[in-house]
């Protein structure tokens, strides 16, 4: 637990927080933010999940098919109660902020920090990078397509004026981000069964490696812009991400006979704050700004403790031989 924060959770911190001073002294602003977030998702997030994934296996991933499946179960049924909670709870919502409440907190920042936390507990290995694919495939490929569809039939409903926006959009959107075909294109190849060659990777890794610290760092620059407010739905976000979800990911891992180890990986990825990528919609839309993105940073504050807690839990459960 020791090597734990101190080689994963403190440099987060630590990287966050120099990201945050500088924002706050006005080296950089919000929009450089979003530039840094578009360098990790449109080149450096996309070269470290495809080169890892291209030197996988064809039986690691046949192996990983449980894993994809309760990826996608958890994340997704958590997506979707968040979205009733907030749409049938709080009578001061839309439809609109409920989706952009999914896409927030139903949804792990495994994009920006997925690496930067999984990677110094669990090595850099293939078998990170596809968890840090599947789960990010699933958020981008799945989640974000559904919670725009959710948005934009919510808008509709309140402008009814506005364009129609179709169904299929979103989901064609969300496929042509490179963060999504990346990591299907690098599965495809090891399915051909095309061997990777060693010395292509090192073109790959120089981008790769600003993919963790120019994450975080841009974290700290966007927590620096944000301005917060505290509410019952900011700490009902918080409480949802970083406790249901983990807790589910747990159980269904469980419950469905999970290698030990990829169940531990899942459940670390799914005890990550909130969806950057939510805040992004959020803001877009001009929808649920405020209090979606100070959910987000609480949320990254309690996760400090969170992180630690279910690596603990999920031990004492895997040790103790707990199975339904």
């Keep these: 637990m020791a090597h734990i924060i101190l080689y994963a959770i403190v440099p987060i911190v630590v990287i966050m927080l120099l990201g945050f001073v500088s924002g706050k002294r006005g080296v950089f602003t919000g929009d450089d933010a979003k530039k840094f977030n578009k360098v990790v998702l449109d080149y450096a997030l996309p070269a470290a999940l495809f080169v890892s994934i291209a030197q996988a296996s064809r039986e690691m991933l046949y192996h990983d098919i449980k894993l ?8 997704m049924g958590c ?16 439809g609109a902020d409920a989706a952009v409440s999914a896409l927030i907190s139903g949804s792990p920042t495994i994009g920006f920090l997925g690496f930067a936390v999984l990677e110094p507990i669990f090595g850099t290995t293939p078998a990170v990078a596809l968890v840090v694919a599947i789960v990010g495939i699933v958020v981008n490929a799945i989640g974000i397509p559904v919670g725009l569809s959710l948005l934009n039939e919510s808008l509709a409903k309140q402008r009814p004026d506005a364009k ?60 620096a812009s944000i301005k917060i407010v505290l509410n019952w739905q900011v700490f009902l976000g918080t409480i949802l991400k970083l406790g249901l979800m983990p807790l589910a990911t747990l159980v269904v891992g469980l419950i469905t006979g999970m290698d030990p180890l990829n169940l531990k990986m899942l459940v670390v990825a799914n005890s990550l704050p909130p969806a950057f990528s939510g805040i992004i919609i959020a803001d877009e839309y001009d929808t649920y700004v405020a209090t979606g993105t100070s959910s987000l940073t609480v949320s990254v504050i309690v996760f400090v403790f969170a992180c630690p807690f279910w690596i603990w839990i999920t031990d004492l459960c895997l040790k103790g031989g707990m199975s339904f």
């Design 68 to 75: 994809t499946i309760v990826s996608t179960i958890v994340i």
């Design 79 to 94: 997506f979707m109660a968040v979205y009733f909670i907030y749409k049938y709870c709080f009578k001061e919502n839309t």
């Design 164 to 223: 129609k926006v179709s169904a299929w959009k979103p989901v064609i959107h969300a496929l042509e981000q490179p963060v999504a075909w990346a990591p299907i294109l690098a599965v495809i190849w090891v399915l051909v069964g095309i061997p990777w060659p060693a010395w292509a990777s090192p073109s790959f890794d120089l981008i790769a490696k600003a993919n963790a610290s120019m994450a975080v760092f841009s974290a700290g620059i966007t927590l």
